[in-house]
Each structure stands twice: as C-alpha cells, then as structure tokens.
C-alpha cells in the first residue's frame, strides 16, 4: 500500500493481522451521524428561523445575517478546536478524545434546544447561542479526523480502504436524518414552528448522545497508539513533527481534499441556488440531494472495497475523472429544468462523485502518516487546509415554511 504506517510497521512485522472491532465501527459511525447531524439542523435553522428568534430586533435582512453569523462562529471553531484535540489525541491517545468531541457536540446541539429566546432574556439569548455554536464547532473538528484515524490503526491492512470508508456512510446518514427531521418540521403551523416546533431537531440530538456516549466509553484505545505510546515514542509537538518530517505528504493530502471541496460546493451551493434562481421548487434538487445520500450509503463500502483491490491513489484518481467527465453532463440536466433530469444530476454528482471520493480519502489520508502525529495531521490537512464540507452544508436542507 502506498501508506506510511513507519510507526507500525516494526511493531505488527510477523505478526497476525488484526480483527477489526465491531464495536469501533459502530461508535465512529454513530460519531459521524451526531456530528454532520448537529451541523446541518443548525445550518438549516440560521439560514430559515433563527434570525425571528434570537435577532428579532434587526431588519430581517440583517437578522438572517447576524444568524447566517453564528453558523460561520463555527466555522472558525472547527480548525482550531481540530488542532487543539488533535494535538491531544497523539499525546494522549485517540479514544479519550474522542469520547470527548461527541459530548461536546452533542450536549452543545441539545442545549441550543433549551434556550431561551431573546423575547424572554434579551441579548443573553444570542450571546449564549454564539457560545454553544464554539463548542459545537471545536467538537467537531477533531471527530471525523479522529474517527478515520482510529479505524485504519484498528483495521486489518488488507482491508483499511473497506473499513475506513463505514464512518462515511454515517456522514451521509446525519446529512439524511437532518434533512428528514426538519423536512417533518416545515409542515406545521408558523406559530408552532417558532413556540416550540424549532427546537425539535435540535433536542432529539440528546437521544444520539446517550447512545453514542455509551458505545464510545467501549471502545479501547489503538494497538497502534498504545505501542507508540509504550516505546516513549509520543509526539511532543505533533503539527511541527508533521510539517517537518513529512511536509511533502501533507501537501499530497491537501490535493486530495481539493476535488472533494471544489465538486461539494458546486453541486450543494451552486447547483442548487443555479436550479432554484431558475423557478424550480427547492424542495426538487433537495429530494435529488437525499437520493444522492441513499446512493452514497450503498457505493461507500464499494468504494472501500475498490481502494482495497486496486489502491488507494488509482481509485482516487478514477473517481476524480468521473467527476471531471460529468461535469458537463451535470449542467446540461439541470439546465432543462425537469425533475427527473435534475434528481438524476444531484444524485450521480453527489452520491457517485464526492460521497466516493471522500469514503477512498478516510484511508488514503490516514495512511500517509506516521501513528506518532497522525491525528493532527489528518485534522491540518482536512480542517485546516480545505475545511472539508464545512460551508456548504447550509443548502442541503428542507425549508422551514
């Protein structure tokens, strides 16, 4: 495989190869639903309610935008808050970290559920929401770095493009369940949605908590990371051993993550502002998006399994050309403006071109680095360089009406 693995290597040489955990698997894919979950219901709720509730004082134009505020708060959280507990998952280790992000996320998510209004405490309504929205965001930008992280080291190397490639399937069932959730929202009353009805996707973040906390304090730490941790060979700052011993590999993985961002944000910003400025219905592109996400689920392990058998740089690069190649195909069908042609259009370029280009990057990326800053590297070049998803997923959502 084309990988680093330098750490691992002495230590696994002649030895079995590992059994993947199932209950690793599980709590890094429960891990990616809370997080890309607790994201996109508030990116949802910026753009469409927020302003009425927290911001009611302002025009409506700058009310939208003082909450449209709040979701970038975020933004800025996710790289730094990745650096900061990346830098502790390779001192540390990956798990403590990890069962830490989830909280933060999940418990942020649920009390932004419970705020009061600013009709009820004033300006301490928007200050407290700006302040969940950190701690949503510096939790969420170690988890999927930290989650790919751990299901390589845990994963048999014959078989790390498959397995790393599962918490992808969780991505894009938080992108489903939100969209679903608040789609459920939008049929009631107006008045029910701002009395209480907006709070709903937001509280029912509690359930995965619960669940996912119990999974996660399972899971034990990385074989890999214990023998590092065991030889005295811990990274003692992490981001400066990567960007000097290996700066040439994390330029090679902020290369991989630009296909997946630029094609992200034409098919979920631009394509869909380009298919609703042309008097389609939004909710149109929306159910193309959601098809794009069933199509995800399936092709992901398939992705996995084709990183696997060819590796991980020529399957990329496949995937890569499709993107390339549908490009044209991808305008010309929404360009007609049918339903079919636009749902055929969303789901082929989301679902066949970004969801697999990102399930081959879980391991490709991992793998070009050294256990000893792997965490933090995988959170610089994603977070940091490209910040992966994060901005575009304000579209992929059902209006609230």
Request: net charge positive.
């Amino acid at each position: 495989m084309e990988g680093s693995f330098l750490s691992e290597r002495s230590a696994v040489s002649g030895a079995p190869a590992p059994k993947m955990s199932k209950t690793l698997l599980s709590t890094t894919m429960v891990g990616s639903v809370i997080e890309w979950y607790d994201w996109a219901v508030f990116s949802s709720a910026a753009a469409l309610i927020l302003n009425q509730l927290f911001f009611p004082k302002l025009s409506p134009t700058v009310g939208v935008l003082a909450s449209l505020a709040t979701f970038a708060v975020g933004l800025v959280a996710r790289p730094v808050g990745g650096l900061i507990l990346g830098h502790l998952g390779d001192k540390y280790g990956r798990r403590p970290v990890l069962v830490a992000t989830f909280l933060m996320m999940g418990v942020a998510t649920t009390l932004i559920g419970c705020l009061p209004t600013y009709e009820t405490i004033g300006i301490a309504a928007p200050i407290l929401l700006v302040v969940l929205r950190l701690a949503q965001g510096f939790g969420a930008g170690a988890e999927y770095a930290g989650a790919t992280s751990m299901v390589v080291e845990g994963a048999p190397p014959s078989r790390r493009g498959y397995y790393a490639s599962l918490p992808m399937m969780g991505i894009v069932g938080g992108i489903g369940l939100a969209a679903a959730v608040t789609a459920g929202m939008a049929y009631l009353p107006k008045d029910q949605l701002v009395s209480w009805g907006w709070r709903v996707p937001f509280l029912l973040s509690i359930v995965m908590v619960i669940v996912g906390t119990v999974v996660r304090m399972k899971v034990p730490e990385t074989t890999v990371f214990e023998k590092v941790k065991a030889s005295n060979q811990v990274a003692r700052l992490p981001l400066g051993e990567v960007l000097r011993r290996q700066p040439g590999r994390a330029l090679t993985a902020m290369a991989a993550n630009a296909p997946l961002t630029f094609n992200i944000y034409v098919i979920q910003v631009f394509g869909l502002s380009y298919v609703t400025g042309r008097g389609v219905a939004k909710n149109v592109p929306l159910v193309g998006l959601l098809l794009g996400c069933v199509l995800g689920v399936i092709l992901c392990p398939v992705a996995g399994k084709l990183a696997d058998r060819y590796g991980r740089r020529g399957s990329y690069a496949a995937f890569c050309l499709f993107n390339g190649i549908f490009a044209g195909p991808f305008f010309l069908l929404l360009s007609t403006g049918g339903t079919v042609s636009i749902w055929v259009a969303m789901a082929l370029g989301f679902g066949l071109g970004c969801i697999t280009i990102n399930a081959i990057s879980a391991s490709f990326i991992p793998e070009l680095f050294d256990a000893r800053y792997r965490f933090t590297a995988v959170v610089f070049t994603r977070e940091v360089s490209l910040e992966g998803y994060s901005g575009s997923r304000i579209e992929v959502q059902s209006d609230y009406r």
